[in-house]
T-cell receptor, first 117, second 116 residues
Framework: AQSVAQPEDQVNVAEGNPLTVKCTYS??????LFWYVQYPNRGLQFLLK??????LVKGSYGFEAEFNKSQTSFHLKKPSALVSDSALYFC???????????????FGQGTILTVHP | DTGVSQDPRHKITKRGQNVTFRCDPI?????LYWYRQTLGQGPEFLTY????????KSRLLSDRFSAERPKGSFSTLEIQRTEQGDSAMYLC??????????????FGPGTRLLVL
């Protein structure tokens, strides 16, 4: 079975400061890892993904994430936070291709990011 | 930009009624997924289609739930004899099976269901 843990329900950061939203995962085999953002009463917007290759992945809106296989982590980062980054962030994992479960994503509980002016 | 669309966006129904939701994926995407999201939780997988074939169903998808994708394009999710516990946001996502974006699921705005 695959699972995702987002250990922080909330992250608060001042505008202009760096931000980190943590994610650890468990999956059989090599993982596909994703970050999505959700604004109130909206669907999920794709930010970035790790499939293979460089452990540092760059995505939309200046976000990046670092894949760490030994720590089974995929933390989301941004060097300088904006007030408009305030939203709900989800980390997700899926197993690499193969088997019958390769399609579905398993999501974490989400982390509310609040960026203060 | 023709993203994933869902209809209706909101649905209020009484316990015991049947409801049906529609999802139109991005046109060239042959994979389609349904998820359910309750307040304060991450989305949970319900079912997955590749073209018109339903290849995986979660144990969350009880006998009261049925999903179809008859022509491999739009999909419907029907809930029969709704219960208050069915109140949630129902999300649809689609992805291509090849190319740079393969494996990335793009989500629609969701249908928020409230069962009274």
């Amino acid at each position: 079975a695959q699972s995702v843990a987002q250990p922080e329900d909330q992250v608060n950061v001042a505008e202009g400061n760096p931000l980190t939203v943590k994610c650890t995962y468990s999956v059989s085999g090599n993982p596909y890892l994703f970050w999505y953002v959700q604004y109130p009463n909206r669907g999920l917007q794709f930010l970035l993904k790790y499939i293979t290759g460089d452990n540092l992945v760059k995505g939309s809106y200046g976000f990046e994430a670092e894949f760490n296989k030994s720590q089974t982590s995929f933390h989301l980062k941004k060097p300088s936070a904006l007030v408009s980054d305030s939203a709900l962030y989800f980390c997700a994992v899926r197993a690499n291709a193969g088997g019958t479960s390769y399609g579905k994503l398993t999501f974490g509980q989400g982390t509310i990011l609040t960026v203060h002016p | 930009d023709t993203g994933v669309s869902q209809d209706p966006r909101h649905k209020i129904t009484k316990r015991g009624q049947n409801v049906t939701f529609r999802c139109d994926p991005i046109s060239e995407h042959n994979r389609l997924y349904w998820y359910r999201q309750t307040l304060g939780q991450g989305p949970e997988f319900l079912t997955y289609f590749q073209n018109e074939a339903q290849l995986e169903k979660s144990r969350l998808l009880s006998d009261r739930f049925s999903a179809e994708r008859p022509k491999g394009s739009f999909s419907t999710l029907e809930i029969q004899r709704t219960e208050q516990g069915d109140s949630a946001m129902y999300l649809c996502a689609s992805s291509p099976s090849s190319g740079r974006a393969s494996g990335t699921q793009y989500f629609g705005p969701g249908t928020r269901l409230l069962v009274l």
